[in-house]
């Protein structure tokens, strides 16, 4: 391998230790492996290297594709501010990221990492969704998912460019007696923020589960 080379670590989570095994002989200290693998420990990823490896771990989030990503990384023993700096060069360049200490991973796992499912999938701010419901209402199927997807695209640029706290943004966009608390309401009514909550309360979960796993295995 050559001077500063990275070595994106991108497998599926059961496939790291396999691939790191075939990996080892050509990591050298000025190596830097950068792992997205959910729920798999630095020391994990450490333990099939030689020694002096340097290694971080990244929670990226699907919206880099789109340079809108909510990434966080941690590093492993050896890896330095350089090495950090480096990460976050690359990874700003889709979009957000933040360093925390490695005992967080999991739990930005089941925010960041697993979040854009569960607005795919299951919120009920998601953008499909609201665009079912505009659909329900009257709005072309075309008009109402644009309207859904930069509605959701605008609240998150206040909250991360103005600083606009979201309960200050939902006061704001509730008139008295108006139609968005009367769908509030009805939002609140159906529990939705219970269930987020769960989704990231078992996300985070099942990331510890995967590295309990891995810890298991490596005895
Ligand atoms: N999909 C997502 O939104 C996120 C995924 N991740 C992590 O990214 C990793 C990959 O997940 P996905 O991209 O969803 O899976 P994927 O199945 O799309 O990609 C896995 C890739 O690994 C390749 N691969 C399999 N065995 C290999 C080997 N022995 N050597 C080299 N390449 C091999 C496959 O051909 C495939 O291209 C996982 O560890 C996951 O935890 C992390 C955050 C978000
Ligand atoms: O579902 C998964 O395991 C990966 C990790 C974060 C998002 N997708």
């Not at 499912?117 to 008009?143: E, P, S, T, W």
């Not at 859904?148 to 998150?156: I, P």
């Not at 206040?158 to 139609?179: A, F, I, N, R």
């Not at 608390?181 to 939705?192: K, M, N, T, V």
């Amino acid at each position: 391998m050559e001077t500063n080379e990275v070595v994106y670590l991108a497998v599926k989570p059961n496939y790291v230790t396999s691939v790191l095994k075939d990996l080892s002989s050509a990591v050298r200290a000025h190596t830097l492996i950068v792992s997205i693998a959910a729920g798999v420990p630095t020391f994990v990823i450490e333990k099939h290297l030689p020694d002096e490896a340097r290694v971080i771990r990244v929670m990226p989030n699907i919206a880099a594709v789109v340079q809108s990503s909510a990434c966080v990384y941690a590093r492993g023993k050896n890896a330095d501010d350089g090495d950090c700096d480096l990460v976050t060069e690359m990874l700003n360049c889709v979009g957000l990221v933040e360093e925390m200490p490695e005992d967080l991973m999991d739990a930005a796992t089941g925010l960041s990492g697993n979040g854009p499912a569960y607005v795919r999938h299951y919120g009920f701010v998601a953008i499909q969704a609201l665009a079912d419901g505009g659909v329900k209402m009257g709005l072309n199927r075309d008009k109402a998912l644009r309207l859904a997807a930069q509605t959701l695209l605008g609240a998150a640029k206040m909250v991360l460019e103005q600083h606009v706290h979201p309960e200050q943004l939902k006061d704001e966009v509730c008139s008295t007696g108006g139609t968005s608390i009367y769908a509030l309401h009805r939002l609140e009514s159906c529990g939705f923020r219970g269930a987020l909550m769960d989704a990231v309360e078992a996300g985070t979960l099942r990331s510890i589960e995967m590295g309990q796993h891995h810890l298991d295995n490596n005895k």
